[in-house]
Structures are given as C-alpha cells and as structure tokens.
C-alpha cells in the first residue's frame, strides 16, 4: 500500500506540473493541443468510442499474458516468483484485490504517461520501432536513476561499515529499499510497453491501459496485500 500512495502522490504532483507547463507552453505553439499530445478528442463521443476501444484491447492483451502464464505455472512448475513478486495465477480474493488497486494503479500511470510520453518524448516519429528504442531508453534512465541513487545512499555505507543510514519509522524504508530491485524491473518493462503503445497509437491510454493491468496483477497475486485502506 505504501508502494501504491507513493507512486499515485508523485505522479498526481506531477499531473500539476504538466498543467503549468501546457499553460506556459502553449501560447508559443499552436500545435500544443491535447488532441495533438495524445490526450485529447474532438468531442465526448470520440472519446468514449476509442478509450472503450482501446480497453477491450488491453483486457484481451492482459488475458493472452495472464494465459501464457498460468500455462507455465501449471503444466511447467515455473513458479515467476522465485526471486520477487512477480507473477502468479489469481485467487478469488486476490482477484478482488486486483481490481481494487488496478483503478489506483491506473490513476497513476496515466500521470505517469502524460509526463513521459508527453513532456519528455513528445511526438512520435515515423520510424516506430527506433523511436520506441531510442525513447525507452531516455525515459528509463530518467526514472531508474533515482531509484538507483536511494539505492547506492542505503547500501554502501551498509556494505564499507555495516550500518544502514535510514530505517525509516518501525524500519519502513528499509523495506522500501528492498523492493525497489522489483520497482525497477517492473519500471523498465512498463515503460518499454508504454512507449511502444504511444508511437504506434500516439495515445497515452493503451499503454497505461496494459501498465496498470500488468503491475496491478503483479502487486496483488504474488505479494502480502492487504484490503484498501489498510
């Protein structure tokens, strides 16, 4: 849940940012539209029509992966969470769950999206496949680096002199820290999806569709979750 508020917060601040941004921008480029970043529609109609669209698409996508897994859990014995919580097959409740932080999830990729896709890479160019590469690899570097550095401040001085500078309140960030090893690995693979999605759809909604999908899946199937709010 900690994991789940942090990243709906930062990417909710984020969203203002990019309201700034577009107010300040917007006046010198009369190509700045929402409709022309990937937002936006001409009307209610058009919207409605293709986000619907564009879900049903992501449902199936989400299902053929959900599928190619539980094939391998089942009949193979792979079990995808012998290193971090990554993938296991559902649960009735666990179900639940999954649907419950799928709209969280959803809420904050979408931000998350808008500042990648939109601020960061812009339009996408007519080669999809080099743009994707070249792209995900900017936006990657962007958002793993942080991390990375959070990183490096807890485990050198553990690894040189064996103490950790910051526990956190009943020792929380150290947990923290030790699941940003799986943040990142499911970091790099939703924005690889994400990016693709946008150039090849020059909307944010498919990509964030399948982002909130996959880590919601991840999150609730193969970690110790808990009911929201708790």
């Not at 789940?4 to 984020?14: D, E, R, S, T």
């Not at 290193?83 to 009735?92: C, E, I, N, V």
Request: some cysteine.
């Amino acid at each position: 849940n900690g994991i789940a508020f942090w990243f709906i917060v930062i990417n909710i601040i984020g969203f203002f940012i990019f309201k700034r941004w577009i107010k300040k921008t917007a006046p010198n480029r009369a190509d700045l539209t929402y409709k022309e970043l990937g937002i936006g529609f001409d009307n209610k109609s058009e919207a409605i029509n293709y986000i619907l669209k564009t879900f049903m698409l992501s449902i199936i996508t989400f299902a053929y992966i959900y599928f190619l897994e539980s094939i391998f859990e089942h009949f193979l014995l792979i079990d995808f969470r012998y290193k971090f919580p990554y993938a296991s097959d559902f649960t009735p409740f666990r179900f639940i769950m999954f649907l419950e932080y799928f709209i969280l999830f959803l809420i904050g990729y979408l931000y998350f999206n808008i500042f990648l896709q939109v601020q960061l890479c812009g339009m996408p160019k007519n080669n999809i496949i080099k743009s994707s590469i070249i792209f995900s690899i900017r936006n990657i570097v962007i958002v793993i680096a942080p991390l990375l550095i959070i990183v490096a401040i807890q485990y050198i001085p553990l690894f040189l002199g064996g103490n950790v500078p910051f526990s956190g309140p009943g020792g929380a960030l150290i947990g923290f820290i030790m699941n940003i090893e799986h943040m990142c690995v499911l970091l790099i693979m939703m924005i690889f999806i994400s990016t693709f999605a946008y150039n090849l759809t020059g909307k944010i909604y498919l990509g964030s569709f399948l982002n909130a999908l996959i880590v919601s899946w991840m999150f609730t199937s193969s970690s110790v979750i808990a009911p929201i709010p708790i």
